[in-house]
């Protein structure tokens, strides 16, 4: 690709053809099921231990980083 061809791509099309940038994730839209079932475990027990958290995720149908994200960063699973 010449100078002339990536002046007219637009910033974001120069950065992932030049530095190799990955799109950013979209951000998780928490149901309000899920949201309340993550609130009420918290309340119940502050912390879950590995076990517990992949037994969370997996009913709620999250992984369990998003579990551990709304755990310990609530404004992550606001809506």
Do not use: N, W
Not at 49 to 71: D, G, I, K, M, P
Not at 72 to 77: A, D, G, L, Q, R
């Amino acid at each position: 690709m010449d100078r002339g061809e990536l002046q007219s791509l637009s910033v974001d099309e120069r950065a992932g053809r030049v530095v190799g940038c990955r799109k950013k994730k979209t951000r998780t839209v928490f149901s309000r099921a899920q949201i309340l079932q993550l609130e009420s475990t918290f309340d119940a027990k502050r912390y879950l231990s590995s076990a517990e958290r992949s037994s969370l995720a997996t009913a709620l149908r999250l992984t369990e980083t998003q579990v551990h994200c709304c755990y310990f960063t609530p404004e992550y699973c606001d809506d």
